[in-house]
């Protein structure tokens, strides 16, 4: 099992800046694929961004230029941070971590609100 914990969420001003942090611990060796996704009140849980064991990564239309995803390997941490932040990011973003053979793990979720 993988365990995964989110931190860094909050409330911020539209144009304002947050990091992300997801914490992985349990069997996390054959992990290959982390990201991060979001979901708004009254939408489908969305992808955000992912990045791969070999570090390639991928986002959502809606983020590129904004957010970046990043690991550190050894504190088996994932990070998203978040620029120019708009209330339409405003969500509960959600940790995963994919592995081959356990599927999917999900964290707990924290709520990113922005608004002035």
């Known amino acids: 099992q993988v365990q995964l914990v989110e931190s860094g969420g909050g409330l911020v001003q539209p144009g304002g800046s947050l990091r992300l942090s997801c914490a992985a611990s349990g069997s996390i060796l054959t992990i290959d694929v982390m990201g991060w996704y979001r979901q708004a009140p009254g939408k489908d849980r969305e992808l955000v961004a992912s990045?791969?064991?070999?570090?390639?990564?991928n986002y959502a239309d809606s983020v590129k230029g904004r957010f970046t995803i990043s690991s550190d390997i050894a504190k088996n941490t994932v990070y998203l941070q978040m620029n120019s932040l708009k209330p339409e990011d405003t969500a509960v973003y959600y940790c995963?971590?994919?592995?081959?053979?356990?599927?999917?793990?999900w964290g707990q979720g924290t709520q990113v609100t922005v608004s002035s």
């Open positions: 990045i791969t064991s070999g570090a390639m990564t």
């Open positions: 995963n971590a994919n592995d081959p053979w356990l599927g999917a793990s």
